[in-house]
């Protein structure tokens, strides 16, 4: 008798309504949750036996719930600069703060989105207990060659280690004007000194001690000066020494011509650069190009510096750390220096959608999402890291309260069903009677 599948039908008819409501009701519940993504419930129609004109048995309908992980939500901005979303497709690699305290290896989960701050451990951490993980820098900066297709190489991004950091000097400039007439018949002859700061590996500060010493002819100008360089960290020991020829032509008056090495340092007239190795590393120092103004010069002047430059700095006290859209995870501090500490990649997966999901707008990964790999932020399919940004929830309020006011009315109509049937089968009853 097709009346019960009709009752049949009614109940699932419920059964599929209450489903969507649950999905409704969780879409507004995390409107205003960060990372959210809606999910949405399909309904399929169920066909019982063979159907033909004569008769009809309903079969009532099931349903299919689908977390729409794919879809993107709007890219808020925010005051704080580890506050990170991904500017596109790709997930943050992150794991509990619990699991750190288990033996074995760290379980990894995905999340498009947190607000990261350094906790009294110095991790990288969301309020929910999820901890940032990165790819470690070597002490120069580096990013050494990590799998991309296991988390094997992630290490919880760890701000502590990093606390103080000297920037050692790895470039110098030197740009000065010698006394043409220093190189005549007749002058004096003396030297001429200028000292040159650098850092060293540690971040103590050390000295160049740069001394011009002119060739004095005996008759007419020889144009020529020797330098030599002396490094303070080796007690003085002069490590580079050069015969610097100038260009008298009317052209290039007061230019460099020639640079001849005494001691070994080769000069690269290319790049008008001479490397020089102190007692902690090689430092590259500029002093111009053959015919060019800029670096050393030799005009009717006086003897006078015009660009005593170098890069590096003191030990610096960790102030802040940001994230750049390339993944890389750069500690600032009070001195203006910054370096990489880690690299933050992005996880992709085939089947996005395919990803179970978990508490605190997580995500792990399945056989029907397929392998993860992990991509430099950018490269790729993969969108970019961007600080100061966080990522809003994909539920629209408005659609989930028209979807509500039509899933009320098709409960209360599935339930209108059950109540005929019943009353159908009391007339049924009462044949009896």
Do not use: C
């Not at 207990?129 to 120069?140: C, E, K, N, Q, T």
């Not at 490397?275 to 006086?302: K, Y």
């Not at 990522?391 to 009315?409: G, K």
């Not at 209360?412 to 044949?431: C, F, G, H, R």
């Amino acid at each position: 008798m097709t009346i019960s599948s009709s009752l049949s039908a009614g109940v699932s008819g419920l059964n599929a309504n209450a489903t969507r409501l649950s999905s409704i009701s969780d879409n507004i519940a995390n409107s205003s949750t960060f990372g959210y993504r809606r999910s949405v419930t399909d309904f399929h129609s169920v066909v019982v036996g063979q159907q033909d004109s004569s008769r009809h048995i309903a079969g009532g309908v099931r349903t299919s719930t689908l977390r729409l992980i794919d879809e993107q939500g709007q890219l808020q901005s925010s005051s704080n600069a580890t506050d990170i979303a991904v500017g596109g497709r790709g997930m943050l690699p992150v794991t509990s703060r619990a699991a750190l305290d288990q033996p074995g290896t760290l379980p990894l989960s995905l999340m498009t989105t947190g607000s990261f701050r350094p906790n009294a451990e110095g991790l990288l951490i969301t309020d929910s207990g999820m901890v940032l993980m990165g790819w470690p820098a070597d002490p120069d900066g580096t990013i050494p060659q990590q799998p991309r297709d296991s988390a094997a190489g992630l290490q919880p991004v760890d701000v502590t280690r990093n606390q103080y950091a000297g920037n050692p000097t790895t470039e110098v400039t030197l740009g000065l004007n010698l006394p043409a007439g220093e190189t005549r018949a007749g002058a004096s002859g003396d030297p001429l000194e200028v000292s040159v700061e650098y850092f060293d590996t540690i971040g103590g500060s050390q000295a160049l001690q740069v001394v011009f010493t002119p060739n004095v002819p005996g008759a007419g100008a020889s144009n020529s000066w020797r330098m030599t360089i002396a490094d303070s960290a080796q007690g003085g020991t002069v490590i580079a020494d050069y015969t610097l020829n100038f260009d008298t032509a009317a052209a290039q008056g007061g230019t460099l011509d020639t640079v001849v090495d005494n001691l070994g340092a080769p000069y690269d007239p290319a790049t008008g650069t001479v490397v020089i190795t102190t007692a902690t590393g090689d430092i590259e120092m500029s002093i111009g190009r053959p015919g060019d103004l800029e670096g050393l010069t030799q005009l009717a002047s006086t003897f006078a510096p015009t660009a005593l430059e170098s890069n590096g700095s003191a030990v610096g006290i960790l102030t802040g750390v940001e994230i750049d859209p390339d993944g890389i995870v750069n500690a600032i501090y009070d001195t203006g220096f910054s370096r990489p500490i880690y690299q933050v990649p992005v996880a992709d997966v085939p089947n996005v959608n395919g990803l179970a999901s978990e508490d605190n707008q997580t995500y792990r990964v399945t056989n029907e999402s397929g392998p993860m790999y992990l991509w430099n932020a950018g490269n790729g399919p993969t969108g970019e890291t961007m600080g100061y940004t966080r990522e809003a929830s994909t539920t629209d309020v408005a659609r989930e309260l028209t979807n509500l006011i039509e899933t009320q009315r098709a409960y209360s109509s599935n339930a209108k069903i059950i109540q005929t049937v019943d009353e159908m089968l009391q007339e049924t009853t009462n044949l009896k009677r």
